[in-house]
């Protein structure tokens, strides 16, 4: 598989096409199981806390640095980075400080990973004032 199908496999998909293993943080794409998007559960070393203003904008402030990999036959092809916000209720992708804004590529990776959340992520991306470009 090219890089490039890869990630417009993940990129064209919808939230319902992809299974979830609470137990191991795992996204499988229903399309070609051999594409996954693994949560890092590994333990924070020292403050990994994540303080700029529009990351703690909301009820709960405490922010963190969250990391998806993206993987094909359970090889790392490429790492997602979000922020865990509001008491991890949502992973926001990293916007651009210029102008609060990330790209579709990130919006419909953010869309897979909080499908599992039952809050609105667009809603948290508007409190955070990011919009999608």
């Not at 137990?23 to 020292?46: A, H, N, Q, T, Y």
């Not at 993206?70 to 922020?83: K, P």
């Not at 926001?92 to 579709?104: A, N, R, S, V």
Request: hydrophobic residues 35%; aromatic residues 16%.
């Amino acid at each position: 598989m090219r890089y490039d199908d890869f990630k417009s496999l993940i990129t064209n998909s919808d939230e319902e096409d992809w299974l979830y293993d609470d137990e191991l943080g795992k996204f499988i794409f229903k399309g070609d199981i051999r594409i996954s998007i693994l949560s890092d559960r590994s333990e924070p070393v020292g403050d990994d806390g994540f303080y700029e203003d529009w990351a703690r904008s909301f009820p709960d402030k405490n922010a963190r640095r969250k990391i998806y990999f993206l993987q094909f036959n359970d090889s790392i092809i490429e790492q997602f980075f979000t922020v865990a916000v509001d008491g991890h209720r949502s992973y926001i992708p990293y916007p651009k400080l210029d102008g609060m804004t990330i790209t579709e590529e990130q919006y419909k990776l953010g869309q897979i990973v909080n499908s599992i959340h039952g809050y609105s992520f667009d809603e948290y991306l508007r409190q955070a004032g990011i919009t999608v470009v």
